[in-house]
């Protein structure tokens, strides 16, 4: 069993995220190496162009790896990350589902794919976090 026995122990723990959870970012589902997480987009997330700004999506992938990295290893913080963007989102929800690919002792490595409602691939980002 991971750091979380249930969903809700995970959604009160990050809570004290508060700049995820100040921008509507939330914990859907948790696996053992794995959860997913939500947003519904606002006109404050949205860049000069109207478009959904790429930090929004960045964070939303970053606090997927929050959550999968310390289910499985509490505590862990992001040692690097990269993003690939593919499309403008769409729609008026953001999903992160996050995987594990490597559970090392001291270092996991994540893959998430950032999902909106209508089911396009919006981006690819694939982190490191170390077990402090």
Do not use: W
């Not at 997330?45 to 499985?72: E, K, P």
């Not at 909106?116 to 690819?124: E, L, M, N, S, T």
């Amino acid at each position: 069993m991971g750091t979380f026995q249930r969903l809700e122990d995970a959604q009160e723990h990050f809570k004290k995220d508060r700049f995820a959870t100040g921008n509507g970012m939330k914990i859907d589902e948790i696996g053992e190496d794995s959860c997913l997480c939500s947003m519904k987009l606002r006109e404050d997330h949205r860049n000069a162009y109207g478009s959904v700004m790429g930090g929004v999506i960045f964070t939303l992938a970053d606090f997927a790896l929050a959550v999968a990295s310390n289910q499985i290893h509490s505590l862990s913080v992001a040692q690097n990350a990269s993003i690939h963007f593919l499309s403008a989102p769409q729609g008026d929800h953001l999903y992160a589902r996050a995987q594990c690919l490597k559970s090392g002792k001291t270092t996991t490595v994540i893959n998430v794919m950032v999902t909106d409602d209508k089911d396009r691939k919006v981006a690819q980002f694939t982190a490191a976090a170390f077990k402090l």
